[in-house]
């Protein structure tokens, strides 16, 4: 092993022995070798003995030695080769630091003789250290803002080589905002800068570590780094930021005070202060807003202070800044939109944009009312509105633009029925929940003049009295209108008819304003029994409408005639009266008739005979009903042959009218009974007899023609009427109003002057009163008609049937009396 070390040192010393070669012959006169430093041990620095001029025996033999001036011995020499070796590390940074040469002095000493040589040895510099820096952390501060182009001086890094060894560049890491320039001092010494190329941002890096390498020149080269930290100083350069220009938030109008509108954030990326934030409203913010916003000045987040309104204000633009502490303050802006919804908060109202005219109840279909709008403040489905009219309402909404309606009449109005209608509209809206509202229209009907007047009767009968007083009130009518005002404002008038060939007007008058009708003389029932007015009712509407009305008029007996007595006349003969009868004459003898008749009717018109005063009044008798004076026995010798009579004759009116007739009768001896008599004068005609019995003749003559007269007229009078007015003969067949028990009935034996007809009366008395007449048939027998008078109970039928029994030919009939006379 050794052994191979020993090839291997062989072989590197004769490299270096050719080395040293060239290095000894530059050395002028001097003996100089130049080595490295750092060789091994052993190195071989020159051949000495060569150099020297001595043999390796001489050497040996004179002891050659080195010393060295230093004291250390670096070299030594090997005898037997008489080689100068490096006996130890040879440090030339510790020998002669930065010295550029460095040169070890050697003292070669020879005895026998004693000779000094002086050798020198220059150490030359090897590149065995890397350049290092005095401390390998280096800390800068540098404000963000700083220019570019400013140097900051950093340490040189140290390197103990010389020359070319020593320090000769540095470097930097990459990094864009840092470039090195090295700067040369005094002394060559080299100086390296950090440059800012490019202006600092905090918040981008707020440290930068940057790498600076020394290198020195040597081969290989080396180098030594030390670490640069640069932090950046803050400055307030960054504006604070919110996350976005603009929130928009979307609100509901009725959100509660105190409700959260948005968090607003800001965010400053300077430091400290510098990035700290305060939230506020911007300078110019409306008192409108700050009235209703507020804002949390740590956290940004806004509240509702007051109430929305969507109504009022829909947006609000709510200019918020963040201001951040450092100085100068930096501040940053964004908006907040709040938009309001709507909430269903408004009722929809009813407007009247027309007040409603009172509406014609003629109106046609359609005719307008009232214009109506509808409005609600509200928008979309909150503020539509649709109008209801309560069910059957005689009006209809009709559309127009928009949200206006006309109100307008459906179907027929009738003002006497409704004058006045309370229409209530409602209106809702579509929200949720809806909110509606009412509103009561009043639309008053006006009226127009469709109703005429109405008599409380169709017709009216009038009951009066004759012989009343002239300017009376006769009877009173009334109508009423259903219609208003003039329209309703009545007047009454007679309308012109005859009265027995006279106007009507002549009889009666109407207060035009009350419907009183005055009479304007009095009344003879004897001449008129009964006659009709027909009243008009006239309203002032135009046009008027008018109605009509019957009043028939019944004027009522009075009894105001007394009996007239007809036979034995007392005109013709004086007042007294001569009768003759035999003395002869049997009891019941008819000794004459006396016969009256009353111009009034009915009770008025029943007369009664009786006996008032007698010379004897045990002979004679009146009946009571026919007034025949007849013997109540047979007259004797003892009495007196000239007998009078005070009959007085009675109606049954009240008052009772009375008359009296006296008859003297003669009681004569001679005389037989009255045929007997007559065949007896003429057979044998007297002179007295002959011209009493001439008075009877003359008298019963006078009678039946009288009778005959009577029938002839009465015939000829039924015939006209008949032909005239077909009043006078009536159908039996017409019998619903003759069975009421009810009625009260009348039947008069009309006696004015000639008997003409009888009269029947039903009825209840004063209201609806019928009168019924009939005629006797001309071929009638019956002269002699008995008045009948039914008790107001009496049923009407038996009177029928009384009326039947006494005229068994029944060709009359009945007729409800309608028609006044011509
Ligand atoms: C009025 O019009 C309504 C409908 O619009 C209809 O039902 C009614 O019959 C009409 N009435 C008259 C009198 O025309
Ligand atoms: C009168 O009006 C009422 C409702 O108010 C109605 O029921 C009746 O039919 C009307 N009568 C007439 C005659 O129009
Ligand atoms: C009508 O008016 C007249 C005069 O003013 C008066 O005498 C009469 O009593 C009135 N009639 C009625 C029914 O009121
Ligand atoms: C009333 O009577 C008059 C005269 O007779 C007549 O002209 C008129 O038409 C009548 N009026 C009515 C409503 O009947």
Redesign the pocket.
Known sequence: MTKRMGYQDWRCLSLWLHYFVLLWSTIDGQTRYSITEELKQGSVVGNLAKDLGLTLSEMFDRKLRVASEAGEQYFTVIAGKGELVVNDRIDREALCGQSASCILPLQVVIEDPLQLFRVEVEIQDVNDNAPKFPSNNIILEIAESTVTGVRFPLESAIDPDVGSNSVKSYTLSKDECFSIVIKEVAGGRKVPELMLSKVLDREKRAVHKLFVTALDGGNPVRSGTSQVTVRVLDINDNVPAFEKPSYKISVAENAAEGALITQTKATDMDDGQNGEIEYSFGAHTSDDVLSLFSIDQMSGTIFLKGKLDFETTVNYELDVSAKDKGNPRMEGHCTVHVEVLDVNDNPPEIILTSHPKPVREDSPNGSVVALISVRDLDSGDNGKVTLHLPLKCKFVLKPSFSHNYALVTSGVLDRENVSEYNIEITATDSGSPPLSSKKIIPVSISDVNDNPPVFTQPSYDVYLKENGVPGS?LF?V?AFDLDFGENAKLSYSILDSKVQDVSVSSYVYI?S????IYSMHSFDYEKLKVFQIQVQAKDQGSPPLSSNATVHVFILDQNDNAPAVIYPSSAALGSLSHQRMPRSAKAGHLVTKVTAVDADSGHNAWISYRLAEATDASLFTVNLYTGEVRTKRAASEQDDSSQRLLIEIKDDGEPVQSATVTVSILLEDGLHEPMLDLRQKVAEPSKKTGRITLYLILSLASVSVLSLVTFLILAVKCIRNSRSSGSCCMRRSDCDDYKNPNRNLQIQLNTDGPIKYVEVLGGDMLSQSQSFRSCMSPMSEYSDFTLIKPSSTTDFKEVISVLDASLPDSTWTFESQQVSRK
């Open positions: 009130i009173s009334s207060n304003d009350n419907g009183s």
